[in-house]
């Protein structure tokens, strides 16, 4: 690897505070920054480690609210009994991500932040009316999703936690990449007081996105067969070696029918 | 330069290193422990796999400078002198391996997947949580036969089964 200054924060100020060197970027598990590094794809010349930060760290439940820190590994949510308790969805989702020893680093923060277009998370907080907190604002996930590994976040603005109000039912399929484990396609479902949002990872191309189409049809009956006949326009998917945009708008029903399955238990 | 402090295999270790340095770099070439080995440096293939503070890890994405502070447990750390760890003894015993180089990173996999499974494990969670390790060898068949093998050693509380790995 090329040669960088590594710095640990032990605070979010002291974290913003070296944030503001020209050229630095926020570390958490690592698990996209340091190979995105090797291959320079990224190349700051700092990075900052948030996951020493004690306030980045932790899960609060309180009845249907649900707060994850920034800082908690993939691992923790997979395993969070207060997480299951009111949204087993968001578990199953975090129990997929990558690998076990991925999972042991990574983080919600880190992979909301990066945006990847294939990423999970980000299709469960669009679905779930997320809010991202930061260091210094409040954004609604709806505003938060820019595209292609863009979001709302300011330069040097770190993501200190996100939280959503546990909908009725939820529910998430994907179809991973046999090799990176990326989603291919995924979908989340929410329910809440019979809306529901529907939110679509691994297809787009311009990142997650909510399918109209989807939508339209659970709000009428939250079932797999609601889904039955249902077609995506393959229009602004991805297409590439691994799929191609029609095979994404296939799969982004099949997925569908799968989430709403999990969700209805 | 960072300096670097670790408790490594149970011993205090201290080091100066470049930032940029990998735990693995520094395992194998500041600590000479050879057994964590590289196979693709691209967070595939788990052949680095070790445990920092009780977790498994690809040490090959992970900073010497991030793991600063951490207890960290390599291949090398399990036996206990001449005595194989029993997952290490279950391997040995099934033929969980052939040319060896994916095998201290399917170990310590399996140390931690036994860990965070004591109710036990079946086939197809030892499969899925195999995901991170790639093996060019075996087939795995013999590498999931050594796994629920030891598994049941440990659950039995045979080995040195009942030591924290
Ligand atoms: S060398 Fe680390 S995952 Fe392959
Ligand atoms: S035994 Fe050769 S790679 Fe696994």
Redesign the pocket.
């Known amino acids: 690897m090329y040669s960088v200054s590594y710095q640990r924060a032990g605070t979010i100020a002291e974290a913003a505070k070296l944030l503001e060197a020209g050229d630095a970027a926020a570390l958490s598990g690592g698990m996209t920054l340091i190979p995105a590094m090797k291959t320079r794809l990224s190349a700051p010349s700092t990075i900052v480690d948030l996951r020493h930060i004690p306030a980045l760290k932790g899960i609060r439940a309180t009845g249907r609210r649900v707060t994850i820190a920034a800082a908690t590994t993939h691992a923790e949510v997979a395993a969070s009994a207060e997480v299951k308790g009111v949204c087993p969805a968001l578990c199953h989702l975090a129990a997929h991500i990558g690998d076990p020893h991925v999972r042991h680093m990574g983080t919600i923060g880190g992979s909301v932040a990066n945006n990847d277009p294939a990423a999970d998370y980000p299709a469960a907080l669009l679905a779930m009316e997320a809010t991202i907190v930061t260091n210094k604002r409040d954004i609604a996930a709806d505003q938060f999703f820019k595209g292609l590994f863009e979001t709302a976040l300011e330069e040097g603005e770190i993501i200190t936690a996100v939280t959503f109000e546990a909908p009725d039912q939820a529910g998430y399929a994907k179809f991973p990449n046999p090799a990176s484990r990326y989603a291919m396609t995924g979908v989340f479902v929410a329910r809440r007081s019979g809306q529901v949002r529907a939110a679509v990872t691994g297809a787009g191309d311009d990142g997650v996105f909510r399918s109209a189409e989807v939508e339209t049809a659970l709000s009428r009956s939250f079932d797999p067969a609601a889904l039955q006949g249902v077609s995506v326009p393959a229009g602004n998917l991805m297409g590439d070696i691994h799929a191609s945009p029609e095979y994404r708008a296939n799969l982004i029903v099949v997925m569908a029918k799968r989430a709403v399955a999990q969700a209805n238990g | 330069m960072s300096d670097v402090s670790l408790v490594v295999n149970g011993k205090a270790v201290r080091g100066t290193v470049e930032d940029r340095t990998l735990l693995v770099q520094f395992l194998r070439e500041n600590l000479g422990l050879t057994g964590t080995h590289v196979g693709c440096d691209t967070s595939q293939c788990g052949a680095c796999v070790v445990h920092v503070d009780g977790k498994a890890v690809k040490s090959c994405t992970m900073l010497a400078a991030q793991a600063s502070g951490s207890t960290v447990v390599t291949i090398e750390g399990l036996a206990e002198g001449s005595e194989l760890h029993p997952v290490q003894a279950a391997f040995r015993d099934n033929h969980g ?7 201290p990173g ?1 170990i310590m996999a399996a140390v931690d997947m036994i860990g965070r499974h004591p109710a036990g494990l079946d086939e197809p969670t030892v499969r899925a949580e195999l995901e991170g390790n ?5 087939g795995y068949h013999n ?1 999931v036969k050594a796994i629920l093998a030891a598994s049941q050693t440990m659950a039995a509380g045979g080995g040195a089964a009942s030591r924290a790995a």
Do not use: V
Not at chain 2, 134 to 138: A, L, Q, V
């Open positions: 391996l052939q040319c060896g180089f994916c095998t399917m790639i093996c060019r060898c075996t590498i």
